[in-house]
């Protein structure tokens, strides 16, 4: 499975943006679906996770109320709609996907990336 991520780029703090993760090969075996991101100098931190219907979702403290992550399964795709966003919210997002319940929130497959900065 290999997953590509788009939609990052340079805002303003109160800003909204939607990322978007497509995969591709053996999609059918996936069953979570997840957000992640990095900082500069900082380790990679949970963002947002749903199941592969998007009905189950977890979100980080940090973004709940202003982050939505959702599935399309027509388009086999899944978005992170942020509004709100602030300069804490600068970072490098990955999407991440798995073949294990959401429920435990462990993830096989990553992106490469897709940068967000948030100016202040």
């Known amino acids: 499975v290999q997953l590509q991520a788009f939609g990052g780029g340079l805002v303003q703090a109160g800003d909204s943006l939607n990322l978007s993760c497509t995969p591709s090969?053996?999609?059918?075996?996936?069953?979570?679906w997840g957000w992640f991101r990095q900082a500069p100098g900082k380790e990679r931190e949970f963002v947002a996770a749903?199941?592969?219907?998007?009905?189950?979702?977890y979100y980080a403290d940090s973004v709940k109320g202003r982050f939505t992550i959702s599935r399309d399964n027509a388009k086999n795709t899944v978005y992170l709609q942020m509004n709100s966003l602030k300069p804490d919210d600068t970072a490098v997002y990955y999407c991440?996907?798995?073949?294990?319940?959401?429920?435990?929130?462990?993830?096989?497959?990553w992106g490469q990336g897709t940068e967000l900065t948030v100016s202040s």
């Open positions: 991440a996907a798995g073949v294990r319940d959401v429920r435990i929130r462990q993830f096989d497959y």
């Open positions: 090969g053996r999609t059918f075996t996936l069953h979570a």
């Open positions: 749903c199941d592969r219907r998007g009905k189950t979702t």
